[in-house]
């Protein structure tokens, strides 16, 4: 009797042995079968993505809000540089205005003054011509009165009919005389000596005035010196004009372009992450061509199988990035999309996929 249930008991244990052995070599081939089928599966497979959570302390988020301060200063900074070139700008344009309005005020100040000076010599040119016949007739009665006088004095003498005294007292009347005529010889060189040097003023401020002749007054140099010099801070206020302008463009064109990369980072889920959790999704460049906006996401209850629609893509973000591959750890380049789930707890799977099921119908 105790032989037979030692015996049953035996045949029992090794059917044990022989079911657990099977069950395991069945475990050992379905391991070693889901091994290579997942292998081959991500060897092939162009739809898989790697969901990640974004918080307020997640790196990129930490950096692009970093990155938010310092384009916001170097925009500030554009800002405060564009002020002064535009105080700058209008000290400039007050500059040539009034270089502008003295150079018209001279040249309008110079004109009147050759006018007035033509006016003068016109009027000592006519004062000349009626004061020489005057001259010449006082000349010529001068000289009888001194040729008569002369000899009526010498035949007085001669005659004793005058002495010593009255004789000298004529001819001290014919020395007034003559210092007369000698006077207003004078007085008529000293007019022709002004209206000369009249006409050389008013050459000298045509000649400035750009109507023929040439500088020959010292006044005419300091009027040529004042103008050019007038002239080249008009020149220099103009070129300053220029580029105080081109740099202002430039900074409206950099403006411009901080203006773009700040509306870009503040639209980043980056930075939207700050407000609350972002969920986004890295994809490998090889899956790149099978992600768009819009594309349903699908996640799987058993790696591969199970799988059902979990949300959607709401963009592909610009910046390359690098990440771990869910099979064999090692970095894979590609890009980031934003994703939305219906329940945050995909967003904690190590892979979901895009626009199908990993294995269609499964």
């Known amino acids: 009797m105790m032989q037979n249930l030692a015996a049953q008991a035996n045949k029992l244990l090794v059917n044990l042995y022989k079911i657990v052995g099977l069950f395991t070599l069945a475990a050992i081939l379905v391991g070693l079968a889901s091994f290579f089928v997942v292998n081959l599966f991500y060897l092939v497979n162009d739809t898989w993505m790697a969901p990640v959570i974004l918080s307020p302390s997640h790196d990129r988020v930490v950096n692009l809000r970093s990155q938010l301060a310092q384009q916001a200063y170097l925009r500030e900074k554009l800002d405060a540089e564009k002020l002064e070139l535009d105080g700058q700008l209008q000290q400039a344009d007050r500059a040539i205005l009034e270089r502008e309005r003295f150079l018209a005020m001279l040249d309008t100040v110079v004109g009147r003054e050759r006018d007035l000076t033509r006016e003068q010599v016109g009027a000592l040119r006519a004062m000349q011509k009626k004061m020489g016949g005057a001259h010449r007739h ?29 004789f000298t007292r004529g001819q001290y009347l014919l020395s007034q005389v003559k210092l007369t005529g000698a006077t207003a010889q004078e007085k008529a060189l000293d007019l022709e000596w002004r209206a000369r040097q009249l006409e050389v003023r008013a050459d000298s401020l045509d000649a400035f005035l750009g109507k023929g002749g040439h500088v020959a007054t010292q006044e005419g140099l300091e009027l040529v010196r004042q103008a050019e010099e007038a002239k080249l801070e008009l020149a220099a206020l103009r070129e300053k004009h220029i580029s ?51 594309d349903v996401i699908y996640g799987c209850h058993l790696h591969l199988v199970g799988c059902t629609k979990v949300g959607t893509i709401k963009g592909v973000l610009d910046g390359e990035v690098a990440a771990k591959h869910p099979l064999d750890n090692r970095d894979v380049r590609g890009l980031m999309v934003e994703i939305d789930v219906e329940d945050s707890e995909w967003a904690r799977d190590a892979t979901l996929f895009s626009g199908r099921r990993p294995l269609w119908v499964l």
């Not at 992450?273 to 972002?278: I, N």
């Open 138 to 166: 006082i000349a010529r009665s001068g000289a009888r009165y001194d040729a008569f006088e002369t000899h009526l004095l010498d035949q007085h003498k001669k005659g004793r009919l005058i002495d010593k005294e009255a």
């Open 244 to 294: 105080l302008t081109a740099q202002l463009g430039l900074i409206d064109k950099s403006a411009a372009r901080y203006d773009s990369l700040l509306a870009d980072i503040q639209q980043s889920p980056y930075l939207r992450a700050l407000e609350g959790r972002v969920t986004i999704a890295f994809v490998p460049y090889d899956n790149l061509d099978n992600v768009d906006r819009g």
